[in-house]
């Protein structure tokens, strides 16, 4: 083996059966093709990297596909509860662990704090902490100045009118468990039945516009942004609202509309230290387009701060004509060079 190619251990916890049940059946298939798909974008752009030794975490249920044969694979076995101690066990023969988890039940944090700041890739574990709260995100973007939707909890006074309101798990990832409410008491009953049940949860006012997706490269406090994405968002006729994937580059990123987004994105990093690599941030534009006219008074409305790959990474290193991957590993490299991150 040539010692100076960095190890690298890909682990993506849907697919490599850090989410399996503890009996082995498989996970939710339209959580699991996500998976898959961010598994494979990430281990096709690193194997390109001639400085890098690749491997993968897999499951039976998710093996390879035939257009990654070559990359070595190990088995990550069944059940969440195992997904820790696979990859404390696993820690020691790589340079470089790259997960992909949701960040739902402190499941991210509680991976990159046993990984340790000098092998993991990404965001350090206090931002990863708070970018995992719907609520903690709000409070730090609004005290910086950002613009996130308007909230209520039990103790405070009613709001007196309103579009809609949404209800949703304070930590949930995507739209699990997401409901959107026409009147206020539709949803303040919901939150205190979640409540009751011991579910942290979290009620916020529903902003109209556009559903967006923006993809970030973060480093030292500062952001690039990538590509802005149309997030598909409906409705089901009793109020869950439903994920249904997105579209990539919908608005070219040095328009008026990407200038103001940039300016948002930088804001952002600068407000909630440690976001490093790729970040997703789900944003509402406020108005019926991006068009240049449209952006000169926007107001874009941050939603959620996703720290780690998300599905707009697949696909995007073709786009851009860039290996993300890549740019990724040496900012990384760079920053833990340079001290704990």
């Known amino acids: 083996m040539d010692e100076r190619r960095k190890r690298v251990l890909v ?7 850090g989410l399996a049940s503890p009996g082995g059946e498989p996970p939710d298939p339209g959580l699991l093709a996500q998976g898959l798909a961010m598994r494979d974008a990430l281990a096709a752009d ?38 820790a101690d696979f990859l404390i066990g696993e820690i020691p023969a790589y340079d470089r662990v790259w997960v992909v988890a949701p960040e739902s039940d402190d499941l ?8 340790g700041a000098e092998r993991w890739v990404g965001c350090t574990t206090p931002a990863i902490r708070v970018a995992a709260s719907k609520s903690a995100t709000r409070r730090c973007l609004a005290a910086n100045g950002i613009d996130v939707p308007a909230t209520w909890q039990p103790g405070e006074p009613e709001p007196a009118g309103g ?54 490269l973060c480093r030292a406090g500062r952001a690039e942004l990538l590509a802005i994405n149309r997030q598909r968002i409906v409705s089901s006729p009793g109020g869950a609202v439903l994920y249904q994937g997105v579209d990539v580059g919908i608005a070219p990123i040095h328009g008026a509309a990407g200038r103001r987004l940039a300016a948002l994105a930088q804001h952002i990093a600068a407000a909630l230290p440690g976001l490093a690599g790729y970040i997703g941030v789900d944003v509402v534009w406020p108005a019926p387009s991006l068009s240049d006219a449209a952006a000169a008074a926007a107001r874009p409305v941050v939603i959620e701060i996703n720290p780690r790959v998300t599905c707009a990474y697949v696909g995007l290193s073709a786009a851009l004509d860039r290996n993300l991957a890549r740019e990724i590993l040496d900012i990384d490299a760079a920053e833990v060079a340079h001290g704990p991150h």
């Open 11 to 17: 682990y993506e916890c849907i697919s490599g059966g």
């Open 46 to 83: 690193l194997q390109r990297v001639d400085s890098v030794k690749l491997t993968c975490v897999v499951s039976r249920h998710a093996p390879l596909p035939a257009a990654l044969a070559g990359i070595r694979c190990v088995d990550g076995g069944d059940g969440r509860r195992a997904a």
């Open 108 to 115: 991210l944090a509680q991976l990159s704090a046993c990984v």
């Open 163 to 216: 579009d809609g309101w949404i209800v949703k798990p304070d930590d949930g990832a995507g739209s699990v468990d997401t409901q959107r409410h026409a009147h206020f008491a539709a949803a303040r009953d919901d939150l205190l039945a979640r409540l009751d049940r011991g579910a942290a949860s979290t009620l916020e006012a529903w902003i109209e516009g556009v559903p967006l997706s923006l993809s970030l």
